[in-house]
């Protein structure tokens, strides 16, 4: 890649491309938790690294908008610096990684804990935006499925998991369903997360840039977990409390400290803890 | 007490630092000129250019130097490229009957119209490494014979001309080409795309998948029917003046296969084709492409399947392209230590539970 900042259009994205993303996103938007394909573009960082989310964002930024990146809650690990750098270079947008200065955050696997703005968009990346994948391998029959709305096989799954383990044993991408209709995959975040989705005022945009799949979830929409009534939906994180700013409701990074195995807790949304020492 | 980790940044900086260093490697041994990769590692660069789907011997060297000599990642460098650029239309349909052969040969006749002519090949070589390479290895030059810059027709027109091999059409719908690269892949896909999405999937994958049907996974008795290496040229209408111009020369590999017939009393049998058509000079490709491809048809052909991988356009198209496949299991790397702790909770709550219930 060069290292002239003229040589890219803004976001890096020529605008043919952003409107093509942009017309996904709005069908996306106008059925809620509806899978769009797309026309998806090789990104100069590899898929699986959060393709679909930077393409996403470049499609929705604009000049004055302030970008804060996070990767597992935090600002700091390796590919949250690396998409955030990226932008900083083809936008030259404003970056923070202060959660309520931010317009549009892309995330990795987390929510953030504090609670989002009607002037916010939240995009996730995305690996495998078909909930319905492990039950179903074959894309041409997932896609029946959903517009028959034929879910029979996602319920029997949770009921087998019930019946085995005595308790639905999916941690994180749990399935949910958007606006009364489609299920869908909210991304592989912990199901802790889940109900922060469910009538969120901001923006949920998810980019899946391997599958060439775009789905949305617009604000104030109903998106609940699934369950059954006598095993009601838990959004579980590990009973303790942050040891750095005494979070007891926020969800936590167990972290191995020394060679005996002595464990510690911290919040994973690190701006959030910030937030709460000071 | 722990503080979390910080300095991302800074690792990232030196970790690239390092590994310019290492592509560089021994400061005493002269740096490899792109010049060199590209004159001397043209079978590198074929692959680069097939995969990368950009014909330019100049990029794809750079990209090899740039990626220590890692192909994928070289591809990955010329696809991330590639795809910034505009395309502006589709070229003319090229006749590979015009093709300046530098090799051609048919493994269903003995000798043929043109001849059988070898070319650079490794075929009849002994394995032996050469151990005059090691040291300086100057090389005579090689003056091609005339019978090189000759054009061949196609083997298969011969079989053609009995009626013996179905014909290729162009059907209605596949006249306007679809562009892999412009749309999202949507299956069932049609010839033109399946081909498309085949000429630049991995050539180990295709290998592997080629050798499947062989061995019986969907087998379909394939005949090199002709293999030929050259030089094509790529005509491109210019809607202001109104006639085609060729805007370049390349190197491709094309393969025809000649497969088993089929029939019923009511169609009388006839052989069937599989198609490879690859970017330089490479064969082992364009084989595996052809008996990839015809392995793929057996529904426009009235067959039943086997249910075998490579005859599984899902299974193939979706699986085939390095890129995608190396992003994604290469991704695993990366922090999942969020979904890692969510399992951590529900396997302590579900081993407790089931302990209790043990010991209750």
């Known amino acids: 890649m060069s290292n002239s900042e003229e040589d890219f259009n803004f976001a890096y994205l020529d605008e043919q491309t952003k409107r093509m993303i942009r017309r996904a996103l709005i069908k996306a938007i106008c059925i809620p938790g509806y899978q769009v394909p797309f026309a998806s573009r090789e990104m100069p960082m590899p898929y699986g690294w959060g393709t679909g989310g930077v393409q996403v964002t470049a499609a929705c930024l604009q000049e004055t908008d302030v970008l804060k990146v996070i990767d597992q809650g935090s600002d700091d690990t390796t590919n949250a610096v690396s998409i955030r750098k990226f932008f900083e270079r083809v936008a030259g947008v404003k970056t923070t990684e202060n959660t309520g200065k931010a317009s549009v955050i892309q995330t990795r696997h987390r929510i953030p804990e504090q609670v989002l703005s009607e002037d916010q968009i939240l995009v996730y990346q995305v690996p495998i935006p078909e909930p319905l994948r492990f039950l179903e391998p074959r894309e041409t029959e997932t896609r029946v499925m959903h517009a028959l709305e034929e879910y029979g096989l996602m319920h029997v799954k949770l009921y087998e998991d019930i019946s085995i383990n005595g308790e639905i044993s999916t941690a994180y991408a749990y399935p949910v369903k958007v606006n009364d209709r489609y299920i869908m995959d909210p991304s592989p975040t912990p199901k802790f997360d889940n109900p922060k989705m469910n009538f969120c005022p901001a923006i949920q945009l998810f980019g899946a840039g391997r599958e060439q799949r775009i789905y949305a979830v617009p604000p104030y929409t109903k998106v609940i977990s699934l369950d059954f009534e006598d095993y009601p939906f838990e959004a579980s994180r590990a009973e303790k409390t942050c040891e750095i700013c005494g979070a007891t409701n926020t969800y936590l990074d167990e972290v191995v400290i020394d060679d005996k195995g002595t464990r510690m807790f911290s919040c994973s949304d690190s701006d959030y803890c910030n937030s709460q020492k000071s | ?360």
């Open chain 2, 1 to 360: 007490m722990y503080v979390a980790v910080k300095g991302g940044e800074r690792a990232i900086d030196n970790a690239h630092r390092w590994l310019e260093d290492e592509r560089r490697g021994d400061r005493k041994v002269t740096d490899l000129s792109v010049d060199q990769i590209k004159t001397q590692l043209s079978l590198s660069i074929a692959k680069v250019m097939a995969e990368g789907s950009l014909f330019d011997p100049e990029l794809a060297s750079l990209a090899i130097k740039q990626a220590r000599g890692d192909l994928i990642e070289a591809i990955f460098l010329i696809r991330a490229y590639r795809t910034t650029l505009p395309r502006f239309g589709v070229g003319q349909p090229i006749n590979t009957d015009k093709m300046i052969a530098k090799r051609r040969i048919s493994a269903t006749f003995k000798d043929l119209p043109g001849g059988q002519l070898l070319g650079p090949t490794f075929d009849y070589t002994h394995r032996l490494l050469d151990f005059k390479l090691l040291a300086d290895g100057s090389i005579d030059e090689f003056e091609p014979g005339k019978d090189t810059e000759q054009m061949f027709q196609h083997v298969t027109q011969f079989l053609n001309n009995e009626g013996i091999i179905e014909t290729e059409e162009t059907s209605s719908s596949e006249a306007e080409s679809p562009d892999l690269t412009r749309q999202p892949l949507e299956i069932p896909a049609n010839r033109a795309l399946r081909l498309q999405a085949l000429t630049r999937s991995d050539e180990g994958f295709l290998l592997g998948m080629a050798y499947s049907t062989q061995r019986g996974f969907g087998r379909n008795h394939p005949f090199v029917g002709e293999l030929r290496i050259g030089l094509i040229s790529v005509e491109f209408e210019i809607p202001e003046i109104g006639f085609n111009i060729e805007i370049a020369e390349i190197e491709i590999s094309e393969c025809e296969t000649v497969n088993q017939f089929l029939g019923s009393k009511t169609h009388p049998p006839k052989f069937t084709r599989g198609y490879g058509f690859v970017f330089g000079q490479s064969e082992r490709k364009a084989i595996s492409m052809a008996l990839v491809d015809r392995a793929l048809r057996w529904k426009e052909l009235g067959e039943v399947s086997d249910g075998a991988p490579a005859q599984d356009e899902e299974f193939v198209l979706y699986h085939g392209d390095n890129i995608q496949a190396t992003g994604f299991v290469e991704h695993i790397k990366l922090p999942h230590y969020v979904d890692f702790q969510a399992e951590l909770e529900l396997i302590r709550k579900i081993r407790k539970t089931a302990f209790e219930a043990k010991k209750g």
